[in-house]
């Protein structure tokens, strides 16, 4: 399964406007609004939280990665933003956030949810990307990023 596939480009916003960390994944939850693989918005905004409150998905290098699985979706779905000032967001490595990767996933679907968090984690890693990202505009160029990023290290069909 390709990040392409699950990330749309309405789902992404190069200008968030929160500044908390539930504010942050209340607009990205928002984000994906009105999508048909969303069953209940509500069930995956609790999941969520619910999952960010265990520990926090902030990995470090600027980058976070809020996720669940929960019934409230049909299918994998993701949405992403960036903030132009970092907030924090209890990172791993205690500094602020400014990359946000939001990936739901169905209840039973754990194996394609764990090979999507790694994917995107090892795509993280990489400065050049990070850095891509962050001097985006839109969220097409955000999009065709992840698409370009994909398929230099990933090869899937």
């Known amino acids: 399964m390709k990040i392409s596939n699950i990330l749309r480009p309405e789902h992404i916003t190069a200008k968030l406007k929160a500044d908390s960390k539930e504010e942050i994944i209340d607009e990205l939850v928002d984000l994906l609004r009105g999508d048909d693989r969303v069953v209940d918005l509500e069930l995956v905004r609790e ?6 409150n265990i520990m926090s998905t902030g990995v470090g290098l600027g980058f976070a990665i809020p996720h669940s699985k929960t019934n409230g979706v049909n299918s994998i779905i993701a949405a992403f933003g960036k903030k132009e000032e970092p907030v924090d967001f209890d990172s791993l490595d205690g ?6 990767f939001l990936l739901v996933g169905k209840e039973n679907m754990v194996g394609p949810h764990i090979k999507l968090l790694s994917r ?7 400065e050049e990307f990070r850095d891509a990202l962050r001097d985006a505009k839109s969220s097409d160029e955000i ?7 994909e398929n230099k290290y990933f090869h899937l069909s």
């Open 47 to 52: 999941s969520v939280k619910e999952r960010e």
């Open 95 to 100: 500094k602020p956030v400014n990359l946000f």
């Open 120 to 126: 995107i984690s090892r795509m993280m890693n990489h």
């Open 143 to 149: 999009y065709n990023i992840f698409v370009e990023e």
